[in-house]
């Protein structure tokens, strides 16, 4: 998992959210059905694609999901 | 026995996908009943998707598409944050046809939640509160620096503060509170560097949790989980960073697992306990193929692979032993199997553990039909356990109700995966619990006893029924509860009670518990019913009306309710309203009220039909049966 385009497509398998790549600049709190848990279960799905540890506390500042990604892929 | 059909396609892994594929298609709510089947065999990451996208689906939505679609709400409050409970316990739940209405409370909010009477989780009335606390509930509240002495003060206050919490709930007389106990990590026993201090926290917290569970005891409303057995299985009890970042107090695992338990309660809340357990022979009580190998050729006993289907049998003596019907299910010739039962010297199971033994070449869905009609219960109290794919699929497909357990090739994994769904979970057990497979096994002796006479009549007075009609008794309350729980058939509103709400009833001022008990020629059939009424205005009503489909149909039901009417009348009543609440199952008691003389009057609130005779023909007990009465609760 590299990309943006991944990224939103984990997302949707993992939280179920029918969100598209224009969701990804987004405000979190501005995504429909969004709820800070989560976070929670977005870290445990990037930690297992990406095969390595990812900053909690960074994502819990992230404000999009564009954010969260940066923060797992440590761009 | 393993058998595959010839060209079936692999079947693929289940996955949430179908569930989210739903949800994109926007019919989730409409398709609703397909879920439970989708979840079946969901493994727990998959389940744990499928509980994101469930957790977003507003009941109401359902609801409005299956109006009968049981709803159980929960209240969600403890120590810390809970978000991530709510999307297993949805899914869990839905695993068992039940639809979750959560309420989650905010951060840390259990004392006032349970504590004010006024409090929103009370206000959203809830059948289930789970209170779920963490280690941190107790050192939150320990200073720095800290000895064991300082933990055993801390743990002493909450527990005492638990325990008047639980009170507080109890005395609320509905619902069912469910505490955990707390688990002991070892960032905190580290902490101490001497062996003895270390034993003694150790020991304190053990006498904490201790108290907790006993708290289940004290309290009728109150059930404790006990944490210990599932971190034993390999769950984590935390995760470092959630706890430290997110305010998590318990791991996500751990929650999903404790979610899954919290789904067997509510299964029993709602009267969906499993009654009954059918078992296949070759491959799950025993290694081989009897028709093959023989039966000295069979593996039981004897050796490690014999030994660990021996092991399975003593753990389904253990369920029989505590009320569950057993039953065997297998493609064979019967007098093998009839053969190996009896003789073979490694069985643990023998004849009399089974209400029947069924041996034939036929469909295994249309066996298990054909013994929930001649145990009179539905095949949704079936368990059905089989190593088979083939067999497993068929039985689901055709019999959806029936819950089938997959087992594994593997003996030494049969135990944990029966075991893994406690289909027959439930509050407590009493001595009629413990006589139900002889209660069984005497009716199916009393249908070969029908068999033989012309005429039911004739069956009937050949029977020798006795009825004992009187107010329940302090120690029946548990056993009243049960069958309002357990009882789908004839239960004429499906309401289910609680022992405190049993108890409640039965100390009322104008209202009672009767409980019914019945025996004859073949046995004691112990407590089979319950009518619940209550006097308001010279008017008695019959809150509801409850009998074991055990017993119906054998004037039982109208000797009870001639009886009401009868104690009504010489009361100075001048009428009896009863109300009938049509529930999935029990159709077949539409027509009780007005075949005993009662006339439609309305609609009742909340759904159904309300009934009244005016008792000026009270209907005469049935001659057969023997009826006495007391209105004392002496036995």
């Given amino acids: ?75 | 026995m393993t058998a595959t059909p010839a060209a079936s396609p692999p079947p693929a892994a289940p996955s949430a996908r179908a569930v989210a594929e739903l949800h994109a298609a926007g019919r989730l709510a409409t398709d609703y009943p397909r879920v439970r089947g989708l979840l079946a065999d969901l493994p727990g990451a998959e389940l744990a998707r499928a509980g994101q996208v469930l957790a977003r689906l507003d009941p109401d939505e359902v609801l409005r598409a299956h109006p009968s679609a049981p709803v159980v709400g929960i209240a969600v409050t403890g120590h810390r944050t809970l978000g991530t409970l709510v999307p297993p316990l949805t899914a869990e739940l839905a695993r068992h046809g039940l639809l979750a209405r959560t309420h989650l409370s905010g951060f840390d909010g259990w004392v006032f939640d349970l504590g004010d009477p006024g409090s929103e989780l009370y206000a959203a009335r809830p059948d289930v509160v789970l209170c779920v606390l963490d280690p941190d509930v107790v050192f939150d509240e320990v200073p720095l620096p800290w000895t064991a002495a300082d933990v055993e003060r801390a743990l002493d206050a909450k527990v005492a503060l638990v325990r008047d919490l639980a009170a507080a709930f109890d005395r609320r007389g509905s619902g069912t509170l469910v505490l955990n106990t707390l688990p002991l990590p070892r960032r905190f026993t580290a902490q101490l560097v001497d062996y003895r201090s270390r034993a003694r926290l150790g020991a304190a917290w053990r006498t904490a949790n201790a108290r907790l569970l006993a708290l289940g005891e004290e309290f009728p409303s109150v059930v404790t989980l006990d944490l210990d057995p599932l971190i034993a299985e390999g769950i984590p009890a935390e995760d470092a960073r959630l706890g430290r970042y997110a305010g998590v107090g318990l791991s996500p695992a751990l929650l999903a697992r404790y979610a899954r338990e919290v789904g067997h309660l509510a299964r029993h809340l709602t009267g969906r306990t499993r009654k009954a357990l059918v078992c296949d022979l070759d491959g799950t009580l025993w290694g081989g193929i009897l028709g093959d190998d023989g039966a000295e050729g069979v593996e039981l006993g004897e050796s490690p692979r014999g030994e660990a289907f021996a092991a399975f049998q003593r753990v389904v003596r253990q369920l029989g032993s505590q009320g569950v019907l057993l039953a065997v299910a297998s493609k064979n010739d019967p007098e093998p199997v009839a053969a190996a039962l009896r003789d073979h010297p490694g069985m643990v199971l023998r004849p009399d553990d089974f209400v029947r033994v069924t041996a034939n070449w036929r469909p295994k869905p249309e066996n298990l039909a054909e013994l929930a009609q001649a145990l009179n219960i539905g095949v949704d109290s079936f368990v059905f356990v089989d190593d088979s794919a083939f067999e497993c699929g068929m039985v689901r497909h055709a019999l959806p109700d029936v819950a089938v357990v997959r087992l594994a090739e593997e003996p030494a994994l049969h135990i944990e995966r029966l075991l893994s769904d406690g289909w027959f979970d439930t509050r407590e057990l009493n001595a009629d619990d413990r006589a139900r497979s002889a209660r069984y096994r005497e009716e199916l002796d009393r249908q070969g006893f029908l068999a033989s006479f012309d005429s039911v009549a004739d069956y009937l007075s050949g029977l020798g029924v006795r009825v004992r009609l009187a107010p329940v008794t302090a120690a029946e309350v548990a056993r009243a509860s049960q069958l309002t729980l357990r009882t789908n058939q004839f239960n004429m509103t499906g309401r289910r009670l609680q022992p405190p709400e049993v108890r409640a009833a039965a100390d009322g001022p104008g209202s009672r518990v009767l409980a019914i008990r019945s025996a004859d020629r073949f046995g004691d059939n112990g407590m089979v019913g319950v009518v619940l009424t209550r006097a308001e205005a010279g008017v008695v009503h019959i809150d509801n009306f409850v009998l074991s489909c055990r017993v119906f149909s054998r004037g039982i039901e109208t000797a009870c309710l001639s009886a009401v009417l009868a104690d009504a009348k010489a009361a100075g009543a001048h009428a009896v309203e009863a109300v009938f609440r049509p529930g999935p199952k029990n159709a077949g008691a539409r027509d009780f009220y007005p075949e005993h003389g009662f006339t439609r009057v309305g609609e009742a609130p909340g759904g159904g039909a309300v009934y009244r005779h005016d008792l000026a023909r009270v209907p005469a007990s049935p001659a057969h049966i023997e009826f006495t009465e007391s209105q004392e609760e002496s036995r």
């Fill in chain 1, 1 to 75: 998992m590299t990309t943006i385009e991944d990224f939103m497509v984990l997302v949707r398998d993992e939280i179920g959210l029918p969100l598209g790549p224009e969701d990804a600049d987004l405000p979190l709190d501005g995504l429909p059905g969004w709820d800070s848990v989560h976070l929670l279960t977005l870290l445990t799905a990037l930690e297992r694609e990406t095969g390595r540890p990812v900053s909690l506390p960074d994502v819990l500042a992230a404000d999009s999901l564009r954010g969260i990604h940066r923060v797992a892929v440590g761009a």
